[in-house]
Nanobody, 123 residues
Framework: QVQLVESGGGLVQTGGSLRLSCAAS????????MGWFRQAPGAEREFVAA????????EYADSVKDRFIISRINFKNTVYLFVNSLKPEDTAVYYC????????????????WGQGTQVTVSS
């Protein structure tokens, strides 16, 4: 059974950084593109970043460009999201997702999802 487990969230001050991790099992990890999405209270789930199966192509939402970095280490079956220069508006539950197709900015393109990890940024 496919399982994605996020970790690394927490409480951080404005301007701080965190490393979010997503450990995958039950799938051939290197054959999947991976994405990160986030959802704030009362808001829709929104795209954050995506990475191709080899890591050769990466894409970011405009709101996080030059602040966040997505990466993956395939032999560890893990994808990371380095979140930097954090702002209060980054506060949300962050989810990782997997698709056997090409990386996408659309949540509907992803087949598997983790349970999420909370990131809270104080002012």
């Amino acid at each position: 059974q496919v399982q994605l487990v996020e970790s690394g969230g927490g409480l951080v001050q404005t301007g701080g950084s965190l490393r979010l991790s997503c450990a995958a099992s039950g799938l051939s990890f290197s054959s999947y593109s991976m994405g990160w999405f986030r959802q704030a209270p009362g808001a829709e789930r929104e795209f954050v970043a995506a990475i191709s199966w080899s890591g050769g192509r990466r894409e970011y939402a405009d709101s996080v460009k030059d602040r966040f970095i997505i990466s993956r280490i395939n032999f560890k079956n893990t994808v990371y999201l380095f979140v930097n220069s954090l702002k209060p508006e980054d506060t949300a539950v962050y989810y990782c997702a997997a698709t056997p197709s090409v990386a996408s900015t659309l949540a509907s393109a992803y087949d598997y999802w983790g349970q999420g990890t909370q990131v809270t940024v104080s002012s």
